[in-house]
């Protein structure tokens, strides 16, 4: 704690072993609200995310398809262009996502995702779909039977990303989900606790006591280790 390090100053091994901040960080309100909607999101979102992209990418890798250089521009275009934070709050909001689960799976379409799976698809030898089509399998036979087997280097990338990615986020439940503890995800949750730690610094008592037997630098590590 403070109080520790302010009487025997830095060591590298503890003076006292304790435990007090994983119970802390354990006891934050909502601790398993947020921890079944972050395993929600991320066996949703994983699956969605390779699935989508994956298809997308299939088609835009193919040259002579009708459109496909104005698909793979319209893709790369909103890379780079954004509508912005409150425009896309009044779009998901009309759309019904606020304050709903389902605005943590918007983002499963990524066009940085397709893009890497699509480069990764165009180094596959061509040869190896016009032998499957000759011997009488379809496109949809040739993508899941044998172009997504010997992608798995890609689709790894893909899962791991995406994994961490959606795990970590908080922004969006402070953005659209923010009235409705229901919906909170582990992320925010122990941000949360980690501001109320913060807090209890300058404030004496109050509902931020639980909080007092601990460091802030302490819980904010245990809350590392958490996630």
């Given at each position: 704690?403070?109080?520790?390090?302010?009487?025997?100053?830095?060591?590298?091994?503890p003076s006292?072993?304790?435990?007090?901040?994983?119970?802390?960080?354990?006891?934050?309100?909502n601790m398993?609200?947020g921890l079944?909607?972050?395993?929600?999101?991320?066996l949703?979102?994983?699956?969605?995310?390779v699935?989508?992209?994956?298809?997308a990418?299939?088609a835009?890798?193919k040259?002579?398809?009708?459109?496909?250089?104005?698909?793979r521009?319209?893709?790369?275009?909103?890379?780079?262009?954004n509508?912005?934070?409150?425009?896309?709050f009044?779009?998901?909001?009309n759309y019904?996502l606020?304050g709903?689960?389902w605005?943590?799976?918007?983002?499963?379409?990524?066009?940085?995702?397709?893009?890497?799976?699509?480069?990764y698809?165009s180094?596959?030898?061509?040869?190896?779909?016009?032998?499957?089509?000759?011997d009488g399998?379809?496109?949809?036979s040739?993508?899941?039977?044998?172009l997504l087997?010997?992608?798995?280097p890609?689709i790894?990338?893909?899962?791991?990303?995406?994994?961490?990615?959606?795990?970590?986020?908080?922004?969006?439940?402070?953005?659209y989900?923010?009235?409705?503890?229901d919906?909170?995800?582990?992320?925010?949750?122990l941000?949360?606790?980690?501001?109320?730690?913060?807090a209890?610094?300058?404030m004496?008592?109050?509902?931020?006591?639980?909080?007092?037997s601990?460091s802030?630098?302490?819980?904010?590590?245990?809350?590392?280790?958490i996630?």
């Amino acid at each position: 704690s403070d109080a520790t390090t302010l009487r025997y100053g830095f060591r590298i091994l503890p003076s006292k072993f304790t435990l007090d901040s994983y119970a802390d960080a354990i006891k934050s309100p909502n601790m398993l609200v947020g921890l079944k909607n972050s395993l929600l999101r991320v066996l949703f979102a994983v699956p969605l995310t390779v699935i989508i992209n994956s298809m997308a990418a299939y088609a835009t890798s193919k040259q002579d398809m009708v459109g496909g250089k104005f698909l793979r521009l319209f893709f790369m275009m909103t890379m780079y262009l954004n509508a912005g934070m409150i425009p896309t709050f009044i779009t998901m909001k009309n759309y019904g996502l606020v304050g709903s689960f389902w605005i943590y799976l918007v983002a499963v379409c990524t066009p940085f995702f397709m893009i890497l799976i699509r480069n990764y698809f165009s180094g596959v030898p061509q040869s190896l779909e016009d032998a499957a089509l000759l011997d009488g399998a379809g496109y949809w036979s040739y993508f899941v039977r044998i172009l997504l087997p010997v992608s798995k280097p890609i689709i790894a990338t893909v899962v791991l990303f995406t994994f961490v990615n959606h795990w970590n986020m908080y922004a969006d439940t402070l953005m659209y989900n923010l009235t409705n503890q229901d919906l909170y995800t582990l992320q925010y949750v122990l941000y949360l606790a980690l501001s109320s730690a913060k807090a209890s610094i300058s404030m004496d008592g109050g509902s931020f006591k639980e909080f007092s037997s601990v460091s802030t630098t302490t819980l904010q590590a245990a809350l590392t280790m958490i996630t």
